[in-house]
Structure formats: C-alpha cells, structure tokens
C-alpha cells in the first residue's frame, strides 16, 4: 500500500472535493492496537507530499488513458470523468441537473465574485438594473449566500459566493477567475467615489420602478 | 428590415448599459471616445421602438436616457461656459460623460467574465464528479431529532404514494409480490448498515403500490415492537428512520 492509493481511494469515495489538508487529517488519525501498525506509516505525511502524490495518480490516469482525471475545483480535489463521455453520462445522470443560469444571472454572480461582500445596490450600481429577482435566484441555486451587514445607513445585507458557485464552474479558488488583480482594483476606486456620491446624494438609493430584466 | 432588427435585439438586453454598448459596437467607435449626439439619438430610437411594440420600458431605460441628454446638453455649451461647467463638475465629484464611460468600461469587463463563466458552466456540464446518491450522508450527527407522530408518518407515506403513483402510469406492471416480513428485513438490514435511513429513501427503488404499503407497514410494525424509532428535525419536516439502541 502506498500513499497514491490510500488518495487514490479515499478521492474515489469521496462525494464532493477533498482538501490536501482533509485528506492530511483523515491520514493523522490515531488508531486502536489492531489498527495502529498499518496506520503509523502514513501518520506523518505532510501536504506537499500528499500534492506530489495526487500529481501522479493524475500522470498515471493521463498514461493508462482513463476516461476519468482528478480535477482541482474549490481549494479540493475531485475525481471527474472526462467530457468526452458526457455524451453516456448525460444519459445515466442528467435527468435533474438545473437549468442553466441566465445571463443576467451570469452577470450579477460576476459582479459578486469580485466585490463581495457587496450590496444589491452596489450590483445595481454596475449592472445599470434592479436585481431583486436575479439575486433571489442565485440565493435559492446556493451559488451565492448573504455574509453580513454593511455599516451603510440602513445596514443593508451583503452578499458574497459560495462553495457551490466554485463547484459550479470548476474553479479551484476566487484567484481562478480572469483578471482578477484588475478588477478589483477598480474597487478601490469606486469606493472612493462611492463615498463621495454617499456622502451628496442618499436619495439616490431610492428603488427603482419594477424592472422587466430580471427573468432567470 | 432594421425594425426587425429591433425586435429580435430587444428581448437580449440587460438594461441600459448593455444596450449602450451595443449601440456603440455597432457604430465601431472606441469607448473612450463616444459620439454622444449620434449614440444619444440610436438609443432614443431604441426606447421609441419599445414604446411602439408597448413593452413595458424598465425605469433604469429612462434615467440612461436623461443621463445622456444632460451630456449632450453640456456638449452643446460655449467653450467658455463649458469650462466653467467643468470646473463645477470637479467640484461635485466627476463629469457625467467619464462617469457613464467609467460605468461602461467597468459593465463591460463584468459582461466579459460573465460570458466567461458562462463557459466554465458548458464546460462543467460535460465533466461528472462522482455520485452523490453513492454516498450515504445520514448520521452525521448533525440533526436535532424529535419524535414523529403517526400523522406525521402517514402524511409522508401520502407523499409517498403520490409519488409512485405519477411514475406507475407508465410503467408495465410485473406480478410480483411483497411480503411485510420481507420488508422487515430489508429495513432492518439497511438500518445494520448505516444506523439511519431518510424515510422517503425506503422507497426509493419501490415500483409499485403494493410495494411502497408493504414497506409501510413494515417500518409501523417495528415502530410497534421499538426496533426503530421515526423521527423528524422540524415540522414538517424530512422523517428520520433511526435504529431503536442507537
């Protein structure tokens, strides 16, 4: 038994994404007198080893040309098959998979990845339009989820994404998205002026009539 | 042909702003560099169109146009008094023209890795992590549990059949026949395995009627003889089938 394998099966029997620092824990566990021999081994292992480990089972999977890989998707890792055999797949599993998300939907989830925590009306303030509807659905998929409360008059709620969101499009971290670095400095920027406008207008904050583009 | 054009274009805007940066690719101008006057009227026409086919014009469509008309407006002062508008703008913070431009250019680069995740998501759609039903998840401790009326028991087998009766129509039907003490056991047996069972996962791989009654009156029956106990986190909520020792 080496450690590829003792990976290779917990990452085959795990449901959702593991962390090095999961798998790390499961290995750290102590054991009874039965279990202790074959357990001691693999007690002190440490992440980059369980990093390196974890690269070649992917080289082995690349090399026997398994129709599955190991994908690194929301700080984890998770065994994944490859699109090539969606075509079956769909077929076995694919009777309740949600609906795809909206552009509008797509563009608020945006918006949220790169500024949260953020407010409804910060996204309104970008989008150009009343999100009320969007944001409701995002929040009922879980690909978005409020954080908190902001010290703004009125203390509105924040929102921020989720572990579904990253799973979602297979993003291994926030860090995955383009452009990251300068999207959010724009958000320096804008906080300033928003400060600013706060400061002159607070009746700007005042709802919108009804938008007709917040269909899902 | 160009009302047509209207018509097919309307129903894909985002609001004001996606509208506007359609406008201004469809003019091939730089963003940076808007033709104000030429895009103002474009976008006029759009909301005149809108009005002609009585769609309901979203509020933010009509603050977009009285922004842009104020920038005309300014565009149309005297240099000097221009200046002096300027110098005013600074002092109140930004000049509406770079404010929409700024507001553009940011919508913009949203609007990008919005189509961009919208890829992830065809992408993801392809690639099947393992399954999730795999995986029993029941027991993790987690679940603050009270005791079940028979009521509560009853509804949920209601939901139950309801369930079965939809998937029934369509199916042929075998003679097969359950028997209660069979079911007994098969309760019991996935109850040895992992200590609990979601009530409605007892039926999930029930075909018929016949099936789903004698799973019922398998799991009252040993509710009857305290082998198991039902339980519920909430009101209404999911029914927990959880071995009597545990």
């Given at each position: 038994m080496t450690l590829k394998s003792i990976i290779e099966a917990l990452l085959f029997a795990a449901h959702k994404p593991l962390s090095p620092a999961e798998i790390r824990a499961v290995l750290a566990g102590e054991g009874d007198e039965k279990t202790e021999a074959a357990l001691v081994g693999f007690r002190r292992v440490k992440e980059a080893e369980i990093a390196a480990a974890i690269e070649e089972l992917k080289v082995d999977y690349i090399q026997s040309d398994r129709s599955f890989t190991i994908a690194e998707i929301a700080g984890g890792f998770q065994l994944v098959s490859k699109p090539d055999y969606a075509l079956w797949l769909k077929r076995l599993l694919d009777v309740d998979r949600p609906s795809r998300l909206s552009p509008s939907a797509l563009e608020t989830l945006a918006i949220v990845a790169y500024r949260?925590?953020?407010?409804r009306i910060e996204i309104e303030a970008v989008r150009?339009?009343?999100v009320d509807g969007v944001l409701r659905t995002l929040l009922e998929r879980g690909l978005v989820k409020i954080t908190g409360r902001s010290d703004l008059p009125g203390r509105p709620l924040q929102y921020g994404t989720t572990q579904t969101f990253l799973e979602h499009f297979g993003l291994r971290d926030l860090e995955d998205l383009p452009a990251v670095e300068e999207l959010r400095r724009i958000e320096a920027k804008r906080q300033r002026a928003a400060a600013a406008t706060a400061a002159a207008a607070p009746a700007e904050t005042g709802t919108p009539p009804a938008a007709t583009g917040t269909s899902t | 042909m160009v009302e047509n054009d209207y018509k097919v274009r309307l129903e894909i805007f985002e609001g004001p702003l996606d509208l506007l940066l359609y406008l201004i690719k469809k003019s091939e101008v730089d963003i940076y560099d808007i033709p104000i006057e030429k895009i103002t009227k474009q976008y006029l026409e759009y909301l005149q169109v809108m009005r002609m086919l009585s769609l309901d014009i979203a509020g933010e469509f009509l603050v977009m146009a009285a922004t842009l008309m104020l920038i005309k407006s300014r565009m149309l002062l005297p240099a000097e008094e221009r200046a002096e508008q300027q110098a005013q703008d600074e002092d109140e913070g930004e000049e509406p023209r770079w404010a929409l431009i700024r507001q553009l250019v940011e919508y913009k680069k949203f609007k990008d890795v919005a189509s961009y995740l919208g890829q992830r998501a065809l992408f993801q759609e392809q690639v099947f992590p393992?399954?999730?039903?795999?995986a029993p998840e029941v027991g993790s401790g987690e679940l603050k549990l009270g005791d079940v009326s028979l009521f509560d028991l009853i509804n949920a087998f209601n939901e139950t059949l309801k369930r079965v009766a939809q998937r029934e129509t369509l199916r042929e039907i075998f003679e097969e026949t359950y028997s209660v003490t069979d079911k007994i056991e098969e309760v019991l047996w996935t109850l040895g395995e992992r200590g609990s069972v979601k009530f409605h996962e007892l039926f999930d791989h029930a075909a018929t009627r016949a099936e789903i009654v004698a799973t019922f009156l398998a799991l009252l029956e040993l509710i009857r003889l305290k082998q198991v106990r039902a339980r519920q986190d909430a009101h209404f909520g999911e029914i927990v089938i959880v071995k009597a020792t545990a």
């Open positions: 949260q925590p953020i407010t150009g339009v009343n | 393992r399954h999730e039903a795999s």
